[in-house]
């Protein structure tokens, strides 16, 4: 019997020969690549991977290695693919993303809309991004600020998206991709939630409280403290501020921000009351125009997966894949059903980058054979 330090020899010479092949592979990929493009074909051919990869399978002698061989021949087959795309992107076979780059969002006479009534969430995350530069107005919903951006009565809509504590925005993903809206900037807002009631009004008063669905989500320790206190949803967090106010009855509480109660001359009755102390949304800014600054670093896409049948197709992981093989940090990814369509999912994915990216390109250009609807949704910072 061998000793270890042979067995380790003969590995090591078994994996020389690998590489060595791997790399010769490589290199026969890349020149295919080229009669690719030379007869205008895709890179991706189901049915020729299918059938290299179940002969390869039938080369394997015990089920344990039938699978092994169809997992490495499967990864093979993606790195081919891989180097393929780069060089039908070094060759100028792009995808078309339409996005315009520009100096600046800013501009005279500029219009930017958020949901809501004033005090809102949406309003200081507009603040906070625009400062003083436009003319800001407030809509009942989030469809009524997509609707006022795809008019081009506004230049800009600022809609939350996600929250660090209730979670994502679900309706407002789904919006931006009904409404073709583009992402051009983003807030993190920290988001301290108060419990205000009329000037007159002792804690043990409150029967109702009311707030956004997602603001009452954020306080839910606080609430299931308290059950005597019915929880009310309304359109916006300022507007259940506004309606105390205007209600006059001391047995109503507002969940809202600090600036609401100076606003609607409401006490605090308490100070942050949200579960998380780290508490913060992240807003959006969209537009309907296709453009980024010159120096965005961060960009948002969706697609769909491909129909199921096929070794690639009906997977995340190989889809994936394009990111990984082309060093790209991917920051968060979020899948949401698509409307009328029953168990198919649309996914949405941020990445760093930006869109002149080399590696950027060619992610995408693998992508857009590889996927189905792929959109652009933004490059922002």
């Known amino acids: 019997m061998k000793d270890l330090a042979e067995y380790r020899k003969e590995i090591d010479e078994i994996d020389h020969k690998i590489v060595e092949l791997y790399e010769k592979r490589m290199q026969i990929s890349e020149e295919i690549a080229g009669v690719k493009i030379e007869q205008g074909m895709q890179v991706l051919d189901k049915k020729r991977e299918m059938e290299k990869i179940r002969a390869a399978e039938e080369l394997a002698h015990t089920d344990f290695t039938r699978h092994g061989v169809r997992a490495l021949f499967d990864q093979i087959m993606t790195m081919s693919r891989m180097r393929q795309y780069q060089v039908l992107t070094k060759a100028g076979q792009t995808v078309d993303q339409e996005y315009t780059p520009v100096d600046s969002l800013f501009h005279d006479g500029m219009k930017v809309v958020y949901q809501g009534t004033e005090g809102a969430y949406a309003e200081m995350a507009l603040h906070r991004f625009f400062g003083e530069h436009g003319n800001f107005y407030n809509v009942y919903s989030w469809r009524d600020a997509m609707r006022e951006i795809a008019s081009n009565r506004a230049d800009y809509a600022v809609l939350p998206f996600e929250n660090s504590t209730a979670g994502i925005v679900s309706e407002n993903y789904d919006l931006l991709v009904e409404y073709d809206a583009s992402i051009v900037g983003e807030v993190i807002l920290p988001v301290e939630h108060c419990l205000l009631a009329l000037p007159e009004a002792k804690f043990e008063d409150i029967t109702k409280v009311y707030s956004h669905a997602q603001a009452l989500m954020q306080c839910s320790r606080f609430l299931d403290k308290n059950r005597q206190m019915e929880r009310v949803g309304v359109p916006n967090t300022a507007f259940a501020a506004k309606k105390i106010k205007e209600d006059g009855d001391v047995h109503q509480a507002a969940i809202a921000s600090e600036l609401t109660a100076e606003l609607y001359g409401l006490q605090f009755l308490y ?63 979020e899948s949401r059903p698509i409307p009328g369509r029953n168990w198919e999912y649309r996914f949405f994915i941020d990445m760093d980058g930006n869109l002149m990216d080399s590696g950027v390109i060619n992610a995408l250009k693998g992508l857009s054979e590889e996927t189905k609807n792929l959109r652009i949704l933004g490059n922002y910072s």
Not at 285 to 306: M, R
Not at 310 to 331: D, K, P, R, W
């Open 271 to 333: 100070h942050g009351i949200q579960n998380s102390k780290s508490n913060s949304t992240r807003f959006l800014i969209v537009s309907h125009k296709k453009i980024y600054l010159q120096d965005a670093n961060k960009i948002t896409i969706c697609f769909e997966l491909p129909d199921q049948g096929s070794v690639v197709s009906g997977s995340l992981y190989h889809e994936l894949s394009h990111f990984i093989f082309n060093g790209l940090n991917m920051n968060h990814i």
